[in-house]
């Protein structure tokens, strides 16, 4: 779910959105995209801007097949494709709205930019909006787990010069990594000439990862002169 598209597979530029936009779902066939300008991208977003509000509340997320439901809620876009596509990039964007995701799925995955790039490259982009995230038990039981970032919620792909000056805070019954820039990268990547400026705030009730830069990492990660200079509490 986006403004500008649900499913980009071609070039997105130049293009901003001053909307808001609200999702509420409690059944879906799949997963979950929600984004100020795209929904799922597979390929490039370059210069574009995000100005409203992004907020999605999943209560109750069940499918058909029984099988686990995944939320993804960005500023720019919910997330990437999965597989690995040849020049897919997110680049010179920017994110001046509220980004918020009420949920009980079992994994929540919220950005600034970006819930999950998987192996996009995102580079030169700024949130300047806040991120938020409150979680309660999934239906079926247990704990579920929440990923939350001012700039991407999870990656497999390289983050570069990119600066976040919102508030990134997570609250409720998840598991939570919490994070200035990126709360998990998950592969051989690089962040570098990365800058927090933003509140990183974690309240959850069920002990969990917090950072300026990065929450949790993975894999080998490479942190090439990034700075935090934001409070992380």
Same mark, same amino acid.
């Given at each position: 779910?986006?403004?500008?598209?649900?499913?980009?597979?071609?070039?997105?530029? &130049?293009?901003?959105?001053?909307?808001? =936009? #609200?999702?509420?779902?409690?059944?879906?066939? +799949?997963? %979950?995209?929600?984004?100020?300008?795209?929904?799922?991208?597979?390929?490039?977003?370059?210069?574009?801007?995000?100005?409203g509000e992004v907020s999605s509340a999943s209560i109750s997320c069940s499918r058909d097949d029984d099988k686990t439901v995944i939320v993804y809620v960005g500023g720019i876009a919910g997330a990437s494709y999965p597989k690995r596509v040849l020049g897919a990039t997110t680049a010179r964007c920017e &994110?001046?709205?509220?980004?918020?995701? =009420? #949920?009980?799925?079992?994994?929540?995955?919220? +950005?600034? %930019?970006l819930a999950e790039a998987f192996t996009t490259t995102v580079k030169m982009c700024i949130n300047r909006g806040s991120v938020t995230s409150s979680s309660s038990a999934p239906?079926?039981?247990?704990?579920?787990?929440?990923?939350?970032?001012?700039?991407?919620?999870?990656?497999?792909?390289?983050?570069?010069?990119?600066?976040?000056?919102g508030e990134v805070s997570s609250s409720g019954v998840n598991l939570a990594h919490t994070a200035g820039i990126c709360s998990m990268p998950h592969t051989k990547l690089v962040i570098a000439d990365c800058t927090n400026y933003g509140k990183v705030e974690c309240l959850n009730e069920t002990p969990s990862f917090t950072a300026g830069i990065a929450a949790t990492i993975g894999r080998e990660v490479h942190l090439v002169n990034c700075n935090n200079r934001g409070e992380v509490r």
């Open positions: 779910l986006g403004w500008i598209a649900n499913i980009n597979k071609g070039t997105i530029e &130049n293009c901003e959105n001053h909307g808001n =936009l #609200s999702h509420r779902s409690n059944y879906t066939s +799949g997963n %979950i995209y929600v984004g100020g300008l795209v929904g799922s991208n597979r390929y490039v977003i370059y210069r574009c801007k995000n100005y &994110n001046h709205g509220a980004v918020k995701s =009420l #949920s009980d799925a079992r994994f929540e995955k919220v +950005g600034g %930019i239906e079926t039981g247990g704990i579920g787990e929440t990923w939350i970032a001012g700039i991407v919620g999870y990656s497999k792909g390289d983050i570069v010069c990119c600066d976040n000056f």
